[in-house]
């Protein structure tokens, strides 16, 4: 019976329907006024964030100023390197481990932002444990700032990325398996190490050709066909569908 009465107290207890709705039109206001995604309200991060200060204000009796749990933008900025270092160390083992033993997957990716046309490297990795399970990691999303040669630039920003999880001896003794598109750049920055080629990006790109190409061929038919006079369409016609 003590027990349950334990157990009874540890229980959270729920909000009434006042308090939720006033919860409710604060978020709307804060969404609509701020311009924010609607979606926002189920993102992991935000209810962890707010679970912890509900927690953590269980310990102090009378109202708190909200000031004096929020973290300014400034701290956020320079709690980002700190927390950073600090999950790479525990990556670091984990990771080794895998590569030690064969198993562990690189995945690098190089892309352009069209807004502000900053060119990013992100590389990925996956394993898979003895007992089956497949894990991910992002291991960075990092502005590519190398120059020169397309492929030896990806190659040294890819090396510096590994070096901070200490994997560069077992890249150079190919004791890492990556895995990525057909890019030219990451083709030249690979070449020599075990690569396995995205079978996925193979066949977006043969679709592509197959549906848009054929899709371009027709509206070019099209063009020729209503600019060219009638007598000269049938011998342009063949011309057109060996395109």
């Given at each position: 019976?003590?027990?349950?009465?334990?157990?009874?107290?540890l229980a959270?207890?729920?909000?009434?329907?006042?308090d939720?709705?006033?919860?409710?039109?604060?978020?709307?206001k804060?969404?609509?006024?701020s311009i924010?995604?609607?979606n926002?309200?189920?993102?992991?991060?935000?209810?962890?964030?707010?679970?912890?200060?509900?927690d953590i204000?269980?310990?102090?009796?009378?109202?708190?100023?909200?000031?004096d749990?929020?973290?300014?933008?400034?701290?956020i900025?320079?709690?980002?390197?700190?927390?950073a270092?600090?999950?790479?160390s525990?990556?670091?083992?984990?990771?080794?481990?895998?590569a030690?033993?064969?198993?562990?997957?690189?995945?690098p990716?190089?892309?352009?932002?069209?807004?502000?046309?900053?060119?990013?490297?992100?590389?990925?990795?996956?394993?898979?444990?003895?007992?089956?399970?497949?894990?991910?990691?992002?291991?960075?999303?990092?502005?590519?700032?190398?120059?020169?040669?397309?492929?030896?630039?990806?190659?040294?920003?890819i090396?510096?990325q590994?070096?901070?999880?200490?994997?560069?001896s077992?890249?150079?003794?190919?004791?890492i398996?990556?895995?990525?598109?057909?890019g030219?750049?990451?083709?030249?920055?690979?070449?020599?190490?075990p690569?396995?080629?995205?079978?996925?990006?193979r066949?977006?790109?043969?679709?592509k050709?197959a549906?848009?190409?054929?899709?371009q061929?027709?509206?070019?038919?099209?063009?020729i066909?209503?600019s060219?006079?009638?007598?000269?369409?049938?011998?342009?016609?063949?011309h057109?569908?060996?395109?």
């Amino acid at each position: 019976m003590d027990k349950f009465i334990k157990l009874k107290k540890l229980a959270p207890l729920k909000s009434n329907s006042k308090d939720r709705t006033v919860i409710q039109e604060e978020f709307t206001k804060w969404i609509c006024s701020s311009i924010r995604p609607f979606n926002l309200v189920s993102d992991p991060g935000l209810k962890t964030m707010l679970q912890t200060i509900i927690d953590i204000c269980k310990k102090y009796q009378g109202s708190i100023n909200i000031d004096d749990i929020l973290a300014t933008p400034t701290t956020i900025s320079n709690n980002v390197k700190k927390l950073a270092e600090y999950y790479r160390s525990l990556l670091r083992s984990i990771l080794i481990e895998q590569a030690e033993s064969g198993t562990l997957a690189v995945c690098p990716d190089l892309w352009t932002d069209n807004h502000k046309k900053i060119k990013y490297l992100g590389v990925t990795v996956y394993f898979v444990t003895n007992g089956y399970e497949l894990f991910t990691f992002d291991l960075c999303c990092t502005r590519f700032n190398e120059i020169g040669k397309a492929g030896e630039s990806a190659l040294k920003a890819i090396r510096e990325q590994l070096n901070l999880f200490g994997l560069l001896s077992y890249m150079d003794n190919n004791k890492i398996t990556f895995t990525s598109d057909r890019g030219a750049n990451i083709l030249k920055a690979l070449k020599g190490y075990p690569v396995i080629y995205c079978f996925a990006h193979r066949i977006n790109n043969v679709l592509k050709l197959a549906i848009y190409r054929t899709a371009q061929n027709n509206k070019k038919r099209v063009l020729i066909a209503s600019s060219t006079p009638a007598k000269k369409q049938l011998k342009m016609l063949p011309h057109v569908c060996d395109s």
